[in-house]
């Protein structure tokens, strides 16, 4: 059984950062690509950042290129992403996925296992 767990979700003021951690098991973490995506309240889901099994090849939605840092560490089977210089959102749910083989790392579709979302709360 394959489990993904947020981590790191919370309040904080605009211009802030925060770092989400996803912890995995049930499967070999290091064989595959993860991606973190989010959906806030009435909107779709959508693409957040994605990184390669290897740690080599990272992507990021261009909404967050500058700003978001995705990063793995396959001895702790953990995927993070460091969020700098937040801007205002509220109720955004952020989800760690874990990608399967093949498909573009930018479509939900791609991903087989899902976390169940940390909450991130940016007020100005």
């Known amino acids: 059984q394959v489990q993904l767990v947020e981590y790191g979700g919370g309040l904080v003021q605009a211009g802030g950062s925060l770092r989400l951690s996803c912890a995995a098991s049930?499967?070999?973490?290091?064989?595959?690509?993860m991606g973190w995506f989010r959906q806030a309240p009435g909107k779709e889901r959508e693409f957040v950042a994605a990184?390669?099994?290897?740690?080599?090849?990272?992507y990021y939605a261009d909404s967050v290129k500058g700003q978001f840092t995705i990063s793995r560490d396959n001895a702790k089977n953990t995927v993070y992403l460091q969020m700098n210089s937040l801007k205002p959102e509220v109720r955004t749910i952020y989800y760690c996925?874990?990608?399967?083989?093949?498909?573009?790392?930018?479509?939900?579709?791609?991903?087989?296992?899902w976390g169940r979302g940390t909450q991130v709360t940016v007020y100005s």
């Open positions: 996925a874990s990608k399967g083989v093949g498909g573009r790392d930018s479509n939900k579709g791609a991903y087989n296992y």
């Open positions: 049930g499967r070999t973490f290091s064989n595959y690509g």
């Open positions: 990184i390669r099994w290897s740690g080599v090849g990272t």
